[in-house]
Nanobody, 116 residues
């Protein structure tokens, strides 16, 4: 079992940047996939980006070229750097850890609001 504690987020103007962090309570190098999801009011939670322990990453089309997911295994922390933010990026963001055995754990979520 792993506990995920998120930090970062807040309010930013369109075109601004934010970085989200997700600190794990144990070694993340063994976690198969670490991901960021987001959920806007009245919407289902959707995948934003994934980081695989083999080194690869993937992004939903709407954030490609603007968001960067990364892992720091030494700090057991997952990051999401967000640039050129748009109002439609406004949502509550969640990190998730998926083990190869099928277990999934969630962070507590953090709000990102993009508004002028």
């Amino acid at each position: 079992q792993v506990q995920l504690v998120q930090s970062g987020g807040g309010m930013v103007q369109p075109g601004g940047s934010l970085t989200l962090s997700c600190a794990a309570s144990r070694n993340i190098s063994s976690i198969y996939v670490m991901s960021w999801y987001r959920q806007a009011p009245g919407m289902q939670r959707g995948l934003v980006a994934q980081s695989f322990n083999g080194g690869g990453s993937s992004y939903v089309d709407s954030v490609k070229g603007r968001f960067t997911i990364s892992r720091d295994n030494a700090k057991n922390t997952l990051y999401l750097q967000m640039f050129s933010l748009k109002p439609e990026d406004t949502a509550r963001y969640f990190c998730a850890a998926d083990y190869l055995q099928g277990s999934r754990f969630w962070g507590q979520g953090t709000q990102v609001t993009v508004s002028s």
